[in-house]
């Protein structure tokens, strides 16, 4: 015969168990609810900071642009470089200028309208650079030429003619080396002012 008290002991235990599996599905069903609203609570702000980042930074671009806009001009203090390529002989020549009182505060399209048929290529409160190309020959090319035992600069046209003495130096070829004394009295050819003075103080 079955024992009466077996059956009734693990009907107990089977009810007591699907209480407890009952109790454990609850709790754990509770658990991944709240740990899902917590993920997107998580995300939410994540994204919520992002737009609130991305907005700030936006306004400062757009601030620093402004600023950037309404600062952007010249004035006494301005570097102003003019370049001009000569087409004619392949030279360009960077020179810096004053700024005059016509190109003082002004903005890059006010300094166009008055530096008409150059080329604008940097435009700062602290630099201006302008290039232009010309069809000429430029007036920068020099000839350096030993004359009655001193070194003496010529100024050349275009056709490589001596025109005239740009500089007596009052350098001595005596105490040259035969190489340079021999260049010199041939003649050197520079092109440009500062290429002339460095070469001059190689001789001294």
């Not at 306004?59 to 600023?67: G, L, P, Q, R, V």
């Not at 570097?79 to 002989?89: A, G, H, P, R, V």
């Amino acid at each position: 015969m079955v024992n009466i008290k077996m059956v009734r002991k693990m009907r107990k235990y089977i009810i007591l168990i699907a209480i407890a599996t009952a109790i454990v599905s609850f709790l754990l069903g509770l658990y991944l609810y709240k740990l899902n609203q917590i993920n997107e609570q998580i995300a939410f702000e994540a994204e919520y900071g992002k737009i609130q980042s991305e907005n700030i930074i936006n306004e400062a671009e757009n601030i620093i642009k402004e600023t950037s806009m309404a600062e952007n001009k010249t004035s006494p203090n301005t570097k102003l470089i003019e370049k001009k390529y000569y087409i004619d002989c392949g030279h360009l020549i960077q020179e810096e200028q004053t700024m005059k009182e016509n190109l003082i505060n002004k903005e890059e399209s006010e300094f166009q309208t008055e530096y008409m048929g150059w080329e604008i290529q940097k435009f700062t409160p602290n630099e201006v650079v302008v290039y232009k190309e010309i069809h000429d020959f430029c007036n920068q090319h020099y000839l350096l030429k030993e004359l009655d035992g001193e070194i003496v600069v010529y100024a050349l046209d275009k056709y490589d003619n001596e025109k005239n003495i740009e500089k007596e130096t009052g350098i001595q070829t005596r105490y040259l080396s035969e190489i340079d004394i021999e260049n010199l009295k041939e003649g050197i050819k520079v092109c440009g002012k500062k290429e002339v003075n460095k070469m001059l103080e190689d001789f001294e």
